[in-house]
């Protein structure tokens, strides 16, 4: 049986580095009784794989992690057996049973959502939302938004604009800050095997569009959720692929 | 969400952030305002070094099982994050709480290696403590160091309030008690640390005065009050199910260098090498309960998840009931996703029969530590391993499958001649040999034998507590020798060489026999900037030469000078249980090359006896 499991990573966690957070899991798995299948040979190891890998320094909720177990209890006991074996700033959010022909997450992933928002209120870019969605709109309006991107052969320009699915400003509340409404900027990129745009890119196209400086320490990046593709080409969210076990 | 000590830029810009961050699995958050004690653990090495080490997990179980004490931990700060805190005046701070070490009551340091000396006072400076013990107040926290090093505590005697001798289990709960009682009474740090002095195992240096002859040695060593012992005797956990072991112990998120349950199913080894000041240290041997091992193999992997288990002791072969846990570990968790290693064994019938369960046999490799090149030498140093028992041990596994072993020696042993350096690699030779009468059609292409050798330091409280070390150019010119001899040889294409920068070593054996009078170099060397000497890369031979010079003490006189045997020596205050004429004995043993056997033998008589337990009882009924 093939699950999957959506975690957030908040707090001091998000400078714990993806293979770190693996083998953290790894551990939680076995104190939390998890039945995990472990491969051949003469060093079994835990046959888990994970979505899509976060940068350190950026907080998420919708980090996914598949598992292959050989049995389970219902969703709501595995979740809660999980969660009496995370740490602060991890919470295991959904524990889903996937068809038995689902592709891992690694190999689906198509686009992430993100939000990003000053760490000081106030100090920084993002404070104006009316102002923001008035750029935003004059720079998708541009026919090309060309970008240089490194890549293993070297620097080669990029499109970035069939890469954009969603950008907009506005004002929302996030949980690794005191309970103050802040305004942000969200966007849905392209992510994944076929052509990865970390956000970091986009942001500094926009911001060097706007003609702003792009100091990552001044910013808080947040990924909110990551999407594959339907049959029908359109964005879901890896969540919705499999379905709660109940008993 | 907890309030971390440094802000997000820095920990963005420097080396593995997770270092500082605390937050562990296991790691134990408390109300500090239900708390009467803070006690903050340290490592004075980095992260992933102090996080391996077994004696901090225990006491942070033992400590914080006390409901009025909150045990956190420290560890160095790595050289880019040092910097950053000089500048900008942070406060080094406890992992847990994220605060301040500057407000705890206590700052335990333990103390595993002398090259740690100047990430000492790396920690206290950082902490915005005083590095010397004098100019601290009842503002600043006590400092304890503990640990092996604190058999010759000397040379850092002017940065520590107390030293604790000897085991953990023992006293501690005498030591906080009592210290929370006199400070709630509002009693001044001078009077603490005296009513301190007189619990057993403490040592308090700014009470002791010490006084020399014209020649530098000791003319005399003796407590300023009546109360207090003149001699400091050992703490020992006589009960093994007294020995503390975590429960839970706390899971680091980057990869430590132990990255694994340690299981403790011994104290104290009965082989008594003449080198080993482990061996002398941790007498009498004592064997946890088997039982007991089992319960708490299953504890701690249950509460870590860790997909491996270690087995530790000075030497497991030596283990009665090995077989006995190896099955059950085996029997229970082989092949379940959970490794077990073992380390220490001797190689018999027996350990490969067990390795090959649990090892691939095609990649492990096997070691051996003849420690001498020759017979005659490892009679000197009294190891009992014979060349029979490495080849025999040696062809067994290779007919078992193994291919590669490898040799630990030392280089610079009292009375070492060319003939035992020059056997390091006649005896790679003899095991290449071995391994090539296998025909060639059942063998699996070249065996590797790979030859380490370090360079022996003498320690306090071992037969070799008086020898002359062996000089730098020395230990240069024999590991040339060890180089040029196993090119003579006909197998030298199986054979591999690998030796341990030297200069490291002579500042090692100068802290490991040093006075206070080194106190003022060592505080000279972390104000040129000195930290992280245990790590080639940080370790800087002139400078330390320099200190030297500027502070007027001859290095030579701690490690070129054969001592007389009525000498006081810096540690004589100290009662580690083994007696002086016991050292003495063993030390004239070794100059005729008399072998000594091993305590369930033959009890040798080092006064250990004293403690009525262990090994001493078990022969004897």
């Known amino acids: 049986m093939n699950i999957r499991v959506k975690f957030s990573k908040h707090g001091s966690m998000k400078f714990i580095g993806h293979l770190d957070i693996m083998r953290f899991f790894q551990k939680a798995i076995i104190r939390a009784g998890i039945d995990i299948a472990y491969s051949e040979g003469f060093n079994p190891h835990q046959i888990m794989s994970f979505a899509a890998p976060l940068s350190v320094g950026v907080v998420s909720d919708g980090e996914y992690m598949d598992i292959r177990v050989k049995s389970t209890k219902s969703s709501a006991d595995s979740i809660r057996a999980l969660n009496e074996c995370m740490v602060e700033g991890i919470r295991v959010e959904d524990y889903k049973l996937l068809p038995d022909n689902a592709k891992n997450s690694m190999s689906i992933v198509a686009s992430a959502k993100y939000a990003i928002y000053n760490k000081t209120s106030g100090v920084g870019f993002i404070n104006d939302v009316d102002y923001l969605n008035k750029m935003i709109s004059d720079y998708l309006s541009q026919e090309e938004i060309l970008i240089t991107k490194e890549t293993k052969k070297g620097e080669t320009t990029l499109n970035l604009k069939p890469f954009i699915y969603e950008f907009k400003a506005e004002v929302k509340s996030f949980p690794d800050e005191e309970a103050v409404d802040r305004a942000c900027l969200i966007f849905n990129i392209s992510t994944g095997s076929l052509t990865n745009i970390k956000p970091e890119l986009l942001l500094q196209s926009f911001f060097d569009y706007c003609k702003e400086e792009f100091n990552e320490n001044i910013y808080q990046i947040y990924r909110l959720e990551v999407y594959s593709r339907d049959e029908s080409e359109n964005l879901v969210s890896l969540n919705d692929l499999g379905a709660n076990i109940e008993y | ?621």
């Open chain 2, 1 to 621: 969400m907890r309030k971390l000590a440094l802000s997000d830029d820095i920990l963005m810009s420097i080396d593995k952030p997770a270092r500082y961050i605390g937050n562990e699995v296991n790691s134990v958050v408390k109300d500090k305002n239900k708390i009467d004690i803070r006690f903050c653990m340290c490592f004075p090495d980095v992260y992933e070094i102090g996080m391996s080490h077994l004696g901090i997990q225990i006491l942070y179980d033992m400590f914080n099982q006390r409901e009025d004490t909150w045990c956190e931990r420290v560890y160095s700060p790595w050289p880019d994050l040092h910097k950053i805190m000089k500048e900008k005046n942070i406060p080094l701070f406890a992992l847990e709480s994220q605060d301040p070490l500057k407000d705890f009551d206590f700052l335990g340091i333990t103390i595993q290696y002398e090259m740690c000396y100047t990430n000492l006072l790396q920690i206290l400076d950082l902490a915005q403590v005083p590095l010397l013990s004098k100019d601290r107040t009842n503002e600043h926290p006590i400092v304890i160091g503990g640990g092996p090093c604190t058999y010759n505590p000397e040379p850092i005697a002017d940065f520590f309030d107390i030293f604790y001798i000897g085991e953990g289990e023992t006293v501690y709960d005498e030591l906080l008690d009592t210290y929370k009682k006199m400070r709630d009474e509002g009693c001044d740090r001078r009077d603490i640390l005296h009513e301190l002095a007189k619990i057993r195992g403490i040592y308090v240096p700014a009470l002791y005065d010490v006084t020399y002859n014209e020649d530098g040695t000791i003319s005399s060593f003796k407590p300023i009050y009546d109360d207090i012992p003149a001699v400091i005797e050992k703490n020992v956990e006589m009960n093994t199910s007294n020995i503390g072991w975590p429960r839970k112990p706390v899971i680091p998120f980057i990869k430590a260098i132990q990255d694994r349950v340690t299981l403790e199913i011994m104290r104290g080894c009965i082989r008594g090498c003449r080198f080993c000041q482990a061996g002398m240290l941790y007498r009498p041997t004592r064997e946890r309960d088997v039982n007991e091992l089992k319960a708490m193999a299953d504890q701690m992997l249950s509460s870590t998840g860790y997909d491996e288990i270690s087995l530790s002791s000075l030497s497991s072969s030596d283990y009665r009931p090995l077989k006995e846990l190896l099955d059950y570990l085996i029997e229970k968790y082989n092949g379940k996703g959970v490794n077990i290693s073992l380390p220490s064994l001797r190689i018999d019938a027996f350990s490969l029969d067990v390795m090959s369960k649990v090892q691939d046999v095609r990649k492990s490799s096997l070691t051996f530590a003849p420690e001498a090149g020759t017979q005659r030498l490892r009679d000197v140093i009294n190891k009992g391993l014979t060349e029979e028992d490495i080849l025999n041990g040696a062809g067994l596994a290779f007919d078992g499958g193994w291919q590669k072993v490898k040799l630990y020696f030392m280089l610079g042993l009292p009375l070492e001649t060319e003939d035992d350096i020059k056997g390091i690699p006649q005896l790679a030779e003899k095991i290449c040999r071995r391994y090539y009468e296998i025909p060639k059609d059942q063998r699996n292409g070249k065996c590797q034998v790979t030859m380490s050798t370090s360079f022996f330091v003498p320690k306090p409280f071992t037969p070799f507590q008086w020898v002359k070390m062996a000089t730098s150019d020395y230990f240069i010119e024999s590991a040339k020798l060890v180089k040029a001899t196993m090119m003579e040889q006909l197998n030298k294409k199986s054979m591999h060489y690998i030796w341990h920068h030297e200069d490291v070593t002579i500042l090692e054996g100068i802290f490991a026999r040093g006075d206070r009078k080194l106190c003022d170099v060592i505080l000279k060397a972390y104000e040129k900037g000195q930290i992280f000497d245990a790590w080639e890369e940080y370790f800087k031979v002139d400078v330390w030469n320099e200190c030297f010079r500027e502070c007027d003490v001859d290095p030579d006189f701690y490690i070129f000078r054969e001592r007389d045997y009525d000498e006081i020596l810096p540690w004589d205050f100290i009662d580690a249980g083994v007696s002086k004429d016991f050292l003495i004995r063993e030390y004239e043993n070794a100059k005729k090359g008399i072998v000594t056997p091993n305590c369930r033998k033959k009890c040798a008589g080092c006064g250990i006896a004293q403690y009525k337990g262990g090994v001493c009882v078990e022969h004897k009924g």
